[in-house]
């Protein structure tokens, strides 16, 4: 038997894959279940013909063929040789030649990932069409400006795509030939004036590109598909995936389809639509259309479309058809449908169909009203709102009492909320000013947004363009970031190159204050103040409550005041799971003791200071204790370094100087000479691994001692007056048992001499924070002593990595570009490290005592992957900011009921 060669058995694997799919003539060869291997939009575009809807024909190059080409930077001869003879069978099923003969075939490249990606990666129209293929184009339909019209798009869409040339060279010429013409719309130029764009188009293509447009049909096909494949790892898909938390590692899939024109005439249009309102979530038929137009006018905002009732009226046959074929899609997905669709004289063509994006109070409301229809069950419907979204619900509106509103313009309403920022007008100069944990609030003011904005919509509080409506791509992805967003404020002329606004006579330049509301679609003048809003919504109320049953891991908030701790329980928070004692001591009437404390020079008096904040913190505790009756209340002894209470040094060096240089009065300067020693004493060149945390308490005992106190004082007051407190106290940066041990005596000793006095004694915990990874290594040890464990993953993230905090964005933007983190990892868990660190703990914690709490009161316990992380783990507990609380007990259900929904599918199998 011969023996096989590693190219022959490489071969043989490669032609045993199918990479290629076709869908016509009613049958498809794959199914909608398929969206990992065809992506969204082809798993789509099979099902619907499957069903027997108005698909026009073609075929899907499958995921795996990007991936290869990743690999490879080339597809096999195997990809090359089932897509020609796909092709092939689309010529036959059309009676057509791709680019060639009187009636040529013409396709749309387009691609699709298994997600929802809108307009991050590419798509090229009108593919076939050259020099002699336009003119028998012109001569089939009869319309030379139709024939014409579409040559130039695929010009400037194949010279951007994939001949990577800025459209703003394309789109220079286009406009200086309207000006010339006197055109006011593209619509208005006529056949002559688009043949004379076409040269100017080509002179453009061989001066960027080098190289003449491609004739060849087939040439044109290879290298768009190869183009598709390589927008999977564009600049604006690869910030989408990150901000979305989507693999890098899918790829995206190819669509050739037969091409349908929407710009043949007045009989013929495109549009998109919904089958609910993605905004509000009401049951409506929603969405927008051009006469005479391609899909990307309307999705690029490049013209404002028209409401899709307005279809009824001008050719109802057509939008009946629609209605029903929506319908049945949305029944068929048990979703709401974001369409798109394509009318070729007269007749109805479906493109696409894909679960609808929406905002967080559009998803409740639809999830809730399928319930309602039958269509999916509770457990669903929880699935249906992603945690984040819920931030929807907390989105702020402008405050207008007593204030004199000019409002410039009125846009349409496309994403909910407020917004009040500075004008900027490009995304650059949006993440210069509130990028990288800048804190200006900006307003991208644009004619419309391109993919290439995605990085400054990001850190944007809003978004502003004068064209485009509800369904182009400035409405879209706002929704989906739940960022507030006025689109077609066609009022308001944005000239981009100057750097102005234009609207009512008035000119705005960059820098200048303005308000949206994307709930009304205002723009007004100035700088308005915000008001935040109520979670006591009755649909989302509902929505938790089905939720709730399958949540096991509890929900904290963290908070320092009592105001705080109010607002947190109103979002359903369960206790609280960090208050930091720290902050209570900047209030101005405390700061002066604090420092004092700090200054003194013997421990006489430092406690002559400490007794003075004494009653100060025992009020903080009670304000906590009462607004939590019923919950625990996790409090952490002070934590930072002592440094941090004083001025800075170089505010005082300063101060000194400028005194000096004025002769004041000698107590004055030698009290801040006095101050600066003991700044300079407590200088430290790394003091987040310096004299903090438990290391203050164990060299001063005597402020653990003031802080217990505070604590059992406020608990047996509070426990007086009918409270039902459970406090927890929680010494942080413990890296071994006997810093625990230490502390944990300090407390017990204090508690018991307090519930001596006061004649009473409440239940209470000794815990510790763990968040240096020695802590975790050792956690049975610590365990000893601890009674209970809250990860500070912050703090842990930093010493696990080696990093900074503060200094971190100096280079994570790098880092997140080059593809060497997928996530901030002070936002996002990391699970390999960090994660295995916690893992540890908890594991070796549990061992030394079976019955520890753990929880987790970093950041991380407000987003929705870490709290997931922290289910699997088995934790009892997270805690995160209280505006964070509702996305956290979301998250949580989730991880529950999709280990249950998972459970039950293996138990089928």
């Given at each position: ?435 990288h944990g800048k804190k200006t609030p900006v307003i991208l003011v644009r004619g419309e947004t391109t993919p290439e904005d995605i990085h400054g919509m990001e850190v944007a509080a809003g978004i502003l363009t004068s064209r485009g409506g509800m369904t182009s791509h400035a409405a879209v992805v706002t929704r989906g970031m739940g960022k507030c967003c006025v689109a077609g404020a066609g009022e308001i002329e944005v000239d981009e190159k100057a750097r102005e606004m234009r609207v009512k006579g008035q000119v705005f330049k960059e820098g200048d204050w303005l308000s949206l509301d994307g709930t009304t679609g205002r723009v007004i003048k100035g700088k308005l103040n915000t008001v935040e809003a109520s979670s006591d919504n009755p649909e989302l109320q509902k929505l938790m409550t089905w939720a709730e049953p399958f949540r096991k891991l509890g929900v904290r908030a963290n908070a320092d005041i009592p ?278 703990g908890l594991e070796k914690g549990r061992k030394t005592r079976p019955n520890l709490k753990v929880g987790i009161c970093g950041e991380h316990g407000g987003d929705p992957s870490s709290v997931e992380f922290c289910h699997q783990l088995g934790m009892n507990y997270v805690s995160c900011s209280p505006f964070r609380v509702l996305t956290a007990r979301l998250a949580a259900a989730q991880a529950a009921a999709g280990e249950k929904l998972k459970g039950e599918a293996g138990r089928t199998k």
């Open positions: 038997m011969a023996t096989e060669t590693l190219p022959e058995i490489k071969a043989e694997r490669a032609s045993a894959t199918q990479y290629v799919y076709f869908f016509g003539g009613g049958k498809a060869d794959g199914s909608g279940t398929m969206k990992d291997v065809l992506g969204g939009k082809g798993a789509g575009l099979a099902e619907m013909t499957n069903a027997g809807l108005p698909v026009p024909p073609g075929f899907t190059i499958q995921t795996e063929a990007c991936r290869e080409y990743m690999r490879q930077g080339s597809v096999s001869e195997e990809v090359d040789r089932q897509m020609n003879a796909a092709l092939a069978r689309l010529e036959q099923l059309q009676r057509q030649k791709l680019g060639a003969g009187d009636n040529p075939l013409l396709v749309s490249v387009r691609s699709g990932a298994k997600f929802s990606m809108p307009g991050m990666m590419d798509t090229i129209l009108n593919l076939g069409l050259n020099e002699r293929s336009v003119e028998a184009l012109a001569r089939k339909a009869n319309n030379p400006r139709f024939a014409y019209d579409s040559y130039r798009r695929l010009i400037q869409m194949f010279g951007n795509v994939v001949l990577e040339i800025e459209k703003a060279a394309f789109e220079e010429v286009f406009e200086a030939k309207k000006k010339q013409k006197r055109a006011r719309l593209d619509t208005d130029l006529d056949a002559r004036a688009l043949q004379e764009v076409i040269e100017e188009y080509k002179k453009v293509v061989k001066k960027h590109a080098k190289r003449e447009f491609p004739q060849d049909a087939h040439e044109q096909l290879v290298m768009a598909r190869d183009a598709v494949f390589r927008s999977w790892n564009n600049d604006r898909a690869r910030h989408y995936r990150r901000m979305n938390n989507i693999s890098d590692d899918l790829g995206t899939a190819v669509n050739v389809q037969a091409m349908v024109f929407g710009n043949l005439g007045d009989t013929s249009g495109t549009g998109v639509g919904f089958t609910r309102n993605p905004a509000t979530g009401a049951k409506e038929f929603y969405g927008e259309f051009l006469m005479n137009a391609q899909g990307e006018d309307v999705v690029a905002g490049i013209r404002t479309p028209v409401p899709i009732e307005e279809l009824g009226r001008i050719m109802p046959d057509v939008y009946n058809q629609l209605r029903e074929i929506t319908t049945r899609l949305e029944r068929h997905y048990r979703d709401m449908q974001d369409f798109e669709f394509t009318i070729q004289e007269g007749r109805l063509y479906m493109l696409q169909t894909r679960n609808g994006k929406r905002t967080g109070r559009a998803g409740v409301r639809v999830a809730l009203q399928m319930v309602e229809e039958g269509l999916i069950s509770k457990q669903e419907a929880i699935f249906r709102v992603e945690p984040n979204q819920l931030y929807d619900f907390l989105v702020p509106g402008l405050d207008e009492k007593g204030v004199k509103v000019e409002v410039l313009a009125t846009g349409l309403p496309a994403s909910p909320g407020a917004a009040v920022g500075q004008i900027v007008f490009t995304a650059d100069e949006a993440v210069a000013k509130a990028g105001r705080d701790a109010i607002q947190a329980r109103a979002f359903g928070a369960e206790g609280i799971g960090l208050c930091r004692t720290e902050h209570m001591f900047f209030a101005e009437d405390r700061i002066p003791h604090m420092r004092a404390m700090i200054m003194a020079g013997e421990e006489k008096q430092r406690r002559m200071a400490l007794r003075k904040l004494l009653p100060m913190q025992r009020s903080d505790f009670l304000g906590i204790f009462r607004a939590m009756d019923g919950f625990p209340v996790t409090i952490r002894t002070l934590d930072p370094p002592l440094h941090e209470f004083l001025p800075k040094r170089e505010e005082l060096m300063v101060e000194i100087a400028v005194l000096e240089a004025t002769k004041p009065r000698a107590s004055k300067l030698r009290e801040l000479k006095t101050v600066l020693r003991r700044v300079e004493e407590l200088h430290e060149f790394n003091p987040m691994l310096g004299h903090r945390g438990c290391r203050l308490g164990i060299t001063y005992p005597e402020i653990t001692e003031m802080q217990a106190r505070a604590i059992f004082e406020a608990a047996c007051a509070a426990a007086k007056e009918g409270v039902k407190v459970l406090p927890e106290i929680m010494i942080p940066l413990v890296g071994t048992v006997k810093e625990m041990a230490n502390q944990k005596e300090i407390v017990v000793r204090v508690a018991g001499e307090v519930f001596a006095e006061k004649e009473m004694r409440v239940e209470y915990l000794v815990g510790t924070m763990i968040e240096l990874p020695r802590a975790a290594l050792v956690a049975d040890e610590i365990a000893r002593e601890a009674e209970f464990f809250s990860y500070g993953t912050n703090d842990l993230t930093q010493t696990t990595f080696g990093f900074s905090r503060d200094d971190i964005n100096k280079f994570l933007p790098a880092y997140l570009e080059l593809g060497i983190f997928k996530q901030d990892p002070f936002a996002v868990v990391d699970r390999d490290g960090v994660g295995q660190l916690m893992r540890m």
